[in-house]
């Protein structure tokens, strides 16, 4: 077999350290593994090569003979990581740990041979568990799901319990939780049927509307009615916010519509302790539906003397 040059094909360094074998790996085993590549024989051939390489490199001891035999590494007689002999001159040998028969894996694409070549013809029967970074191109599929809160649970934070499969998995939102925020809990997706890591679960927040509040980014709106008077002369005014009852300011003469601000009483900033949004209140003035006689006289009397105001 001709002789190839590793390092070459994985685009490092003849010194680089494992964790940049890995990182080099990694990337171009995502970029050339078949399922992306579906029909492409070029990109199932640089795959092969690929692991190839990588399987050469990741390990210490072949990684050592490679480095010191060159193209007469594989012309020794030594045992696989597995512990099985070979000795026949200029054949490869790998090991891949992994859950069932080889010839099971890409059967269509002919891809099978590549795992042949690990294991030889006829190896299928070797069963461990598939412990190479192979799976990190082929994890399981993503679940996804949503979890629905109030606008109370979203400023305090909360807990959900979530059943996958049996599995009851906690998951904790933050306060300032928003609608749409898609939180990952990895690890908790599907796992392939031939072993590998799991994929991950999203799960998307959605916040139910509020009957009092209306909520715009991290900031909150309300409205308040106040009657004629304190609108006039101006007074204090109990409302209930997210984190309690407080007692509002009406200054004299607000007018209606007004929009009062209470800073830092809006929602928590998702992910930023201690920081908040405001509270924005507006006021509708609320006026008398009916007047007696005489007070009907009273309001007349007092549009005289506030007349000038109006000129």
Do not use: C
């Amino acid at each position: 077999m001709d002789y190839k040059d590793y390092y070459k094909i994985l685009g490092v360094a003849k010194e680089a350290r494992p964790d940049e074998i890995k990182k080099a790996y990694r990337k171009l085993a995502v970029k050339f593994h078949p399922d992306k590549n579906p029909g492409d024989k070029g990109a199932e051939e640089r795959f092969k090569e690929i692991s190839e390489a990588y399987d050469v490199l990741s390990d210490p001891e072949k990684r050592r003979k490679y480095d010191a035999l060159g193209e007469n590494w594989r012309n020794f007689q030594g045992s696989d990581r597995a512990g099985h002999q070979y000795s026949t001159p200029g054949e490869q040998q790998y090991h891949y740990e992994f859950g069932g028969d080889p010839s099971g894996f890409f059967d269509q694409s002919g891809f099978s041979d590549f795992f042949e070549s690990f294991f030889g013809k006829g190896g299928g029967n070797r069963r461990a568990g598939f412990a190479s970074d192979f799976d990190f191109a082929n994890p399981g599929s993503d679940l996804a799901g949503e979890l629905l809160l109030t606008l109370q649970e979203a400023y305090d934070g909360t807990k959900r319990i979530v059943d996958i499969n049996g599995e009851k998995i906690r998951v904790s939102i933050k306060p300032g939780a928003y609608d749409g925020l898609q939180l990952k809990v990895k690890g908790k997706g599907e796992q392939r049927a031939t072993g590998g890591r799991s994929g991950n679960l999203y799960l998307t927040v959605r916040v139910q509307e509020h009957e009092v509040f209306r909520r715009d980014g991290d900031d909150l709106y309300m409205e308040l009615s106040v009657d004629l008077f304190t609108a006039l002369l101006g007074g204090k005014q109990e409302i209930i916010t997210l984190s309690g009852k407080v007692q509002l300011a009406v200054p004299e003469g607000t007018q209606n519509g007004k929009m009062l601000r209470l800073v830092g009483k809006g929602m928590p900033v998702y992910r930023k302790p201690g920081q908040f949004g405001d509270l924005y209140v507006k006021i509708n003035v609320v006026l008398p539906t009916f007047l007696s006689s005489e007070q009907k006289e009273m309001v007349r009397r007092l549009k005289e003397m506030l007349k000038p105001q109006f000129a």
